[in-house]
């Protein structure tokens, strides 16, 4: 298996622009988790879900944020208009249960100017 | 609210070390906890899992233990090499998923 796959591994963008973040979790994956890492802050659990269903979004830090899985192989974390404190590497990892393995993405790092 | 910490935050420790790395948690409700290691740059692997039900795992030169009642797991590594040095971290798995802060380990060749 090729693992979770996110894209892009890195994104600059300009404040104000909005910025959209993929992932492919691994094939029979059943659960799908976005975290952001910061120096300040560590690893974030932002959002999961369970079967392509938003399980726990309470991480999610403001309204500018929003995540969607419309099937099992794929999913999105937007984030719009995206600030300069928005800056850092956001992961993506599945396991095939909620008691399982996690197995984590390559992240993608975003810089906003 | 799960919190988790873990001791040392940084490590450094000649090659050949065996050396242990704290997980403290303060919810002993748990179903499970894992242990990662984080290169720079790079995102997390797993090393082991431990479900709530378990005192122990090992992989090769590492072992994690778990001590429920005491909100407590500790990884083991025998005979440390350079390759060894990385970010580890310990995520706990209860009611929420939540990661400790990390130790940051250096093995000196």
């Known amino acids: 298996d090729a693992g979770v796959i996110q894209s892009p591994r890195h994104e600059v963008t300009e404040m104000g622009q909005e910025v959209t973040l993929r992932c492919k979790p691994i094939?029979?994956?059943?659960?799908l988790f976005w975290y952001r890492q910061t120096m300040m802050r560590g690893l974030e659990l932002l959002i999961y879900?369970?079967?392509?269903?938003?399980?726990?979004d309470s991480g999610m830090p403001e309204d500018r944020f929003s995540a969607k899985m419309p099937n099992a192989s794929f999913s999105t974390l937007k984030i719009q208009p995206s600030e300069p404190r928005d800056s850092a590497v956001y992961f993506c990892?599945?396991?095939?249960?909620?008691?399982?393995?996690?197995?984590f993405g390559e992240g993608s790092r975003l810089t906003v100017l | 609210k799960q919190e988790v910490t873990q001791i040392p935050a940084a490590l450094s420790v000649p090659e050949g070390e065996n050396l242990v790395l704290n997980c403290s948690f303060t919810?002993?409700?748990?179903?499970?906890l894992q242990w990662f290691r984080q290169d720079p740059g790079k995102g997390l692997t797993s090393l082991l899992l431990?479900?709530?039900?378990?005192r122990e795992q090992t992989s090769g030169r590492l072992n994690a233990s778990l001590d429920k009642s005491s909100g407590r797991s500790t990884l083991y590594i025998a005979a440390s090499q350079p390759g060894d040095s990385a970010t580890y971290l310990c995520?706990?798995?209860?009611?929420?998923?939540?990661f400790g802060p990390g130790t940051r380990l250096s093995v000196l060749p």
């Open positions: 919810d002993s409700a748990i179903y499970n």
């Open positions: 879900f369970n079967n392509n269903v938003p399980i726990d």
């Open positions: 995520e706990v798995n209860g009611q929420n998923f939540v």
């Open positions: 431990i479900q709530s039900s378990q």
């Open positions: 990892a599945s396991k095939s249960q909620l008691g399982g393995e996690l197995f």
């Open positions: 094939s029979g994956h059943n659960s």
